[in-house]
């Protein structure tokens, strides 16, 4: 299940998006850029997890389960 909006959006690397936060146009102050940043990772957290749910719900529909030690 994806965010709303998030297929709108394009995928940015990490690296790419931190670096435009650090060297864009207008300056942040520490507390303004340490919440960007925990909301950029918080979102892509979320994305993430979200995903690996929908891969594993996928695998189980297929019937195929990891497994155990692999």
Not at 4 to 21: K, M, V
Not at 36 to 61: F, H, K, P
Request: hydrophobic letters at 40%.
């Amino acid at each position: 299940m994806t965010q709303p909006g998030e297929a709108s959006r394009p995928h940015i690397p990490l690296q790419d998006r931190l670096r435009r936060l650090l060297d864009g146009p207008a300056a942040l102050d520490k507390r303004a850029l340490l919440g960007t940043l925990c909301a950029e990772v918080s979102r892509r957290e979320t994305v993430a997890y979200a995903a690996g749910w929908n891969d594993a719900l996928a695998a189980v529909r297929r019937g195929s389960r990891p497994e155990a030690g692999a």
